[in-house]
């Protein structure tokens, strides 16, 4: 349930039309053109992509040809589209304009080439992109998952000339959109009446209620893969994961997705998944709603820092408010109003080195700390080095660690100094 980004060549852009392919598609769902670059070089938005018009954009585009931006939807909403041809109506219709809406407000905010003035080199918003957009409804591993690559062409248009796209934007905001996704599907899944809930207020994740957990785990192996191998090697968080998926990664297989839709019936009756039902009662967000969520946000990365950007701030109330249509301009909006203290630190050099936000409460808190330090200084007895070196070599024996030379500092600077209080930058 994400957004991911990836640079394409031609020929790998081409291989969606490779007859073997394992993205083998549902041939019902047709793919499309979307931007608005589409009417300038002889396309409509809209309309079905073929394999020969695809491949001509592609060729044209340079040597890095495009920016695959792929959306893959919760896999509660991949498997309620495998229960009945209704749900998967109108699973897909969700999905379909969750990506629309999405890729529309990238195109509108990211989309821009770098041109060059007088020596100066500045990035310039244009507004103009073509994407084909290809779904699909399995994963490597032979799941059920929706997701949809949208596969950016890398050509753009500023002042009637032709420049290649400043991909930099869809890599740094890829977090902030994958979440404007989600929230914009269960919007629209939440509209059709459909209950949703949160499973991850701090990650921005949902599911559809009615699909049971265990269900979700039992068509999950590909992230069973990645948790298997991640234990392993006894890592954590993002990267870790990544290095996981890529390590774990199965070659490309050949899918008839009909047959795999007989298996996935077959699994579902025998986990009796009941078909998610409609009701009309479901609540409508309301400021109060999103609001009470930019709250939440801000108290758990006050929390987690002293003072967090716009940018965090905006990804972290999208995600406390998915289930509530948090947008960009709802938590802008809220910032405006918010008691927030804005600073503006400088680096090394003096230099302006971005705005940051903190609260009044934090401010508090690091001048008492401070005072603590400074009250403290000298007051305690510290550990000879000698007795420092004895007592960190029979631990690290003990527990087989091998440290660094910096950690062995630091841990020297801590056990000899005579101050109460410590600070080590992390």
């Known amino acids: 349930m994400m957004m991911s980004v990836s640079t394409c060549t031609a020929g790998m852009a081409g291989s969606y039309y490779e007859k073997d392919n394992y993205y083998t598609r549902d041939q019902s769902v047709a793919d499309k053109w979307q931007g608005n670059l589409c009417k300038e070089i002889g396309l409509k938005e809209n309309t079905n992509v ?3 018009t695809f491949k001509i954009v592609m060729e044209n585009s340079g040597k ?3 920016y695959d931006v792929t959306f893959s939807a919760p896999k509660s909403v991949s498997i309620a589209a495998e229960i009945n041809p209704e749900l998967r109506a109108d699973m897909q219709k969700a999905h ?5 809406k999405t890729l529309a407000d990238i195109e509108k905010n990211k989309i821009g080439c770098r041109v060059t003035k007088n020596g100066e080199t500045t990035f310039q918003n244009t507004e103009k992109m073509v994407a084909a957009k290809f779904e699909h409804g399995v994963s490597r591993s032979g799941d059920m998952q929706m997701h949809t690559h949208c596969v950016n062409a890398n050509i753009t ?3 009637g000339k032709e420049y290649a796209v400043d991909g930099h934007k869809l890599f740094e905001n890829q977090k902030i959109y994958g979440q404007e996704y989600r929230t ?3 919007n629209n899944l939440q509209k059709m ?3 949703v809930e949160v499973t991850d207020a701090e990650k921005g994740f949902f599911e559809l209620k009615e699909i049971r957990s265990d269900v979700r785990e039992h068509f999950s192996t590909r992230r069973a893969e990645i948790e298997k191998e991640m234990a392993k090697s006894g890592q954590t968080g993002a990267e870790a994961a990544q290095a996981a998926n890529l390590k774990t990664r199965q ?3 050949k899918i008839d997705i009909n047959e795999k839709r007989l298996e996935w019936q077959k699994e579902l009756a025998k986990l009796k998944q009941a078909a998610p039902t409609k009701g009309d009662n479901i609540a409508k967000p309301t400021t109060a709603i999103q609001k009470a969520a930019f709250d939440r946000a801000i108290d758990r990365l006050a929390k987690q820092n002293f003072a967090f950007t716009e940018r965090q701030i905006t990804q972290a109330a999208m995600a406390e408010g998915v289930t509530a249509n948090v947008q960009q301009d709802t938590v802008a909006k809220c910032l405006a109003k918010s008691k927030l203290v804005k600073l503006t630190p400088k680096n090394a050099d003096g230099m302006p080195a971005g705005n940051y936000y903190t609260t009044k409460q934090n401010i508090v808190t690091e001048q008492k700390i401070l005072d ?3 009250l403290n200084k000298g007051k305690m007895t510290g550990m000879s080095q000698a007795q420092t070196n004895k007592t960190l070599q029979n631990v690290c024996t003990k527990n087989n660690w091998q440290l660094g030379a910096e950690q062995q500092n630091v841990v020297s600077h801590i056990a000899t100094s005579k101050d109460q209080f410590i600070a080590v930058r992390g």
């Open 50 to 52: 073929n394999s020969e």
């Open 64 to 66: 890095c040809a495009g």
């Open 96 to 100: 379909q304009e969750a990506v629309q």
């Open 157 to 159: 248009e500023y002042n």
């Open 184 to 186: 914009n599907l269960a």
């Open 193 to 195: 009446g459909y209950e």
């Open 251 to 253: 070659a490309k297989q």
């Open 372 to 374: 603590n330090v400074l």
